[in-house]
C-alpha cells in the first residue's frame, strides 16, 4: 500500500463514523465492506497473544472477564506478533486517582532505563495525575497530559498534530475520571496515528520513524482494568523496506 492508497484507506475509515459507535454490529458490518475484521487480543479468559516483558507473574491476571494490571512493576507485557497498518479498540478504566499507563503502538519491546520501550505511546492517564503531580511551586501539571497524548517514547521521532512541544495534546478533554470506562480507537497507518477518544476523533500525529512493531500495554504504578482490546489489520506499507521496523532484524536498514 502506498501513501496515497494509504490516505484514502484511512480517510474511508474516518468517513464512515463507525469508529466511535459502541456497536460491534456495525464494526462487524463497516469490517466486511473492507474484506477486513477484527481480532480479539484480549480473550476474556487468560493472556493468550500476549508476552511478559519485564513485569511479574503477579502483574497481569484476568478477573471477571477483565484484564487486570497491578501497575506494579513498571514494565510492560507485548503482543505476540508485530503489526504495521491497524485499527486498535482498547477500552480502560482506572482505578486509583492519579493512574497513570498508556498503551505502545510500533514498539521494539526492548525496555531502556525507565522500564519502558521505545514506540509510540497512547497515553492513558486519570485525571487527578497533573494534580497528584503537581510541579515543585505547587502548580498542577499541564491538562494536555490526561487528554490521551501521543508522542514518541524511547527516541521515536513524530510529528505532532497539536504539538506540546514533541507530544501532541487532544484539542478536547473527553477521557473519565477513576472507576469509568473509557473507549480509544487507534487508526495507524504508515506512520500516522489518529486517536478517537469516547466518541469523537481529538488527536493525531504523524511521520513516525517506527511503523511496524509490538503492541505493548504499560504497568506504570497504579492498577487499571481493560476489556476490550480488539484489532483490525490493514494492508502492509513501506515499513520493511524503509528499514521502519522496530524488535527485529530490519531495523536500521535503509532505502
Not at 474484506?35 to 519485564?54: P, Q, S, Y
Request: charged share 25%; glycine share 14%; with cysteine.
Amino acid at each position: 500500500m502506498n501513501f496515497i492508497q494509504g490516505m484514502a484507506m484511512m480517510g474511508l475509515i474516518l468517513t464512515t463514523g463507525w469508529l466511535g459507535a459502541q456497536d460491534t454490529k456495525v464494526e462487524t458490518d463497516v469490517g466486511s465492506q473492507l474484506g477486513l475484521g477484527f481480532v480479539e487480543l484480549f480473550n476474556g479468559k487468560d493472556l493468550t497473544n500476549w508476552a511478559d516483558v519485564n513485569t511479574s507473574p503477579e502483574t497481569w491476571s484476568v478477573k471477571d472477564g477483565l484484564l487486570v494490571c497491578t501497575g506494579k512493576p513498571i514494565g510492560v507485557m507485548r503482543s505476540t506478533k508485530k503489526y504495521e497498518n491497524f485499527i486498535l479498540v482498547i477500552e480502560w478504566r482506572h482505578m486509583e486517582a492519579g493512574g497513570n499507563s498508556g498503551v505502545f503502538l510500533w514498539s521494539d519491546a526492548k525496555p531502556e532505563g525507565n522500564r519502558l520501550p521505545r514506540g509510540m505511546e497512547v497515553q492513558m492517564l486519570e485525571l487527578q495525575w497533573p494534580y497528584i503531580h503537581a510541579q515543585r511551586n505547587g502548580k498542577p501539571r499541564h491538562l494536555g497530559y490526561v487528554s490521551g497524548e501521543l508522542f514518541g517514547a524511547g527516541g521515536m521521532r513524530a510529528v505532532p498534530e497539536n504539538p506540546r512541544g514533541s507530544r501532541s495534546m487532544s484539542y478536547e478533554m473527553r477521557c473519565k475520571g477513576k472507576g469509568e470506562w473509557n473507549r480509544y480507537v487507534v487508526v495507524a497507518v504508515d506512520g500516522t496515528v489518529k486517536l478517537s477518544i469516547n466518541g469523537k476523533f481529538v488527536n493525531g500525529i504523524r511521520e513516525a520513524d517506527g511503523r511496524k512493531g509490538y503492541l505493548c500495554l504499560e504497568a506504570e504504578g497504579a492498577e487499571i482494568h481493560f476489556r476490550r482490546v480488539s484489532i483490525m489489520e490493514l494492508p502492509d506499507g513501506r515499513a520493511e523496506e524503509l528499514g521502519m521496523v522496530l524488535g527485529g532484524e530490519l531495523e536500521g536498514k535503509k532505502d
